[in-house]
């Protein structure tokens, strides 16, 4: 039995002890049962995969059972779950291969992994052949999908021929995929195979890399109070020529560089004017919270990507991340004001007497420490 691929406390704790390898039989196969009352379809399905994995084989293959024998009302919660573990959606993706809606669900979670994906792309039906087409973002960062889309026997051909065109479009051109080809001579009227691969732009990322790598060896950027001299034009000189070589990239190879790269590559594709580059960094499984703290403090970020970190819940846990996002005024004042209602005391406090952040902001925090101030005053009145 390979070792489980999720720790523990992914659960919630009074469900760790049915996972837990320690805990006796009974108890897990309990959990691997379903037998768990009050327990969210996320947690449940989450519980099940971790028991999948379980060192006694009854235990295991009573949980792959139950989870294939889930009904609809938990499953589909489960998988429209933003919380949904990526390893967990790629095991319910197989345990519910031939289950139309589940799939469909499962293509449409953002948290599925791009390998699910692709798997799934190999021998989707018609509809949920054209949800992976509609996923831009994924199709440029991760070529299986689009090899799968083009293998796949049940595929409209308006759905391929527009995945592809969309591709070439973007720059990604795999000659090895006849449809691929064909979109590219539909798109640029000229045959990709007829004429040697420009290397250039496929070497730009691995340059990238070499220099961001060489520079860090070197102890990066000079300290403060150090500006000037040879050692800060040499690299202030090899940044400009990064910044050059990220322009000529196509869409695809930044895609791609955003979600594999390191955070200087993330820091300057943040800043593209392409919303699917600045997605595919904040979507990046690199980035770091101190990545989207910086992105929740940015005014000048695209919107889509501020609205993909107010959204998930997982940054929203981070309190500086959503101190962040209510002085935001890119932030919607809906979403803004009840993230509001969250904070400590001393930092609406500071939000009363904040100028900087949106008027609304500022009057919500006034009248929250002014209602504040009555009901403590109306307090001492009774004492």
């Known amino acids: 039995m390979p070792d489980r691929p999720l720790p523990l406390d992914v659960l919630p704790r009074p469900l760790q002890k049915h996972a837990d390898a320690q805990a006796p039989v009974p108890l897990r196969l309990m959990g691997a049962k379903g037998l768990v009352p009050a327990v969210a379809p996320v947690d449940l399905v989450t519980l099940l995969f971790l028991l999948s994995f379980d060192p006694d084989p009854t235990v295991a293959a009573t949980a792959a059972q139950t989870a294939a024998g889930l009904p609809d009302r938990i499953y589909g919660v489960a998988l429209r779950s933003e919380g949904a573990r990526g390893p967990v959606l790629d095991w319910l993706a197989e345990r519910f291969a031939g289950v139309e809606a589940a799939v469909e669900l499962v293509v449409l979670n953002a948290a599925t992994p791009d390998e699910t994906i692709a798997r799934i792309a190999l021998a989707a039906s018609q509809r949920v052949g054209e949800i992976i087409r509609q996923n831009e973002l994924r199709l440029l960062r991760h070529d299986a999908i689009i090899r799968g889309l083009c293998q796949n026997p049940n595929a409209l051909a308006s759905t391929v021929d527009g995945a592809c065109d969309f591709c070439v479009r973007n720059g990604l051109t795999l000659l090895d995929v006849p449809q691929l080809v064909a979109a590219h001579r539909r798109v640029h009227g000229v045959d990709p195979t007829a004429a040697p691969a420009d290397e250039t732009a496929a070497t730009l990322m691995v340059e990238f890399r070499e220099d ?26 090899r940044k400009l020529t990064i910044t050059q070589r990220v322009t000529r990239m196509s869409v695809a190879e930044k895609v791609k560089l955003a979600t594999l790269g390191n955070k200087e590559a993330r820091t300057l594709l943040l800043r593209d004017s392409n919303k699917l580059v600045c997605m595919a960094a904040a979507t990046s499984p690199r980035i770091t919270d101190g990545e989207i703290l910086s992105i929740a403090n940015s005014r000048t970020v695209n919107a889509d990507v501020l609205r993909y970190i107010y959204s998930n819940r997982d940054f ?3 309190y500086g991340i959503k101190l962040s996002l209510v ?34 902001i500022q009057a919500q925090a006034k009248a929250f420490m002014m209602k504040k101030e009555q009901a403590s005053r109306a307090g001492m009145e009774k004492k």
Do not use: F, H, Y
């Open 316 to 318: 929203t846990k981070t």
């Open 212 to 237: 961001l790598a060489e520079e860090r060896a070197e102890g990066g950027a000079p300290p403060p109070g150090s500006a000037g001299g040879p050692e800060a034009e040499e690299v202030s000189r």
């Open 327 to 360: 002085k935001n005024p890119k932030v919607p004042l809906p979403t803004a004001l009840k993230m509001l209602l969250t904070l400590q005391e001393r930092d609406i406090k500071d939000l009363a007497r904040d100028r900087n952040v949106p008027q609304t």
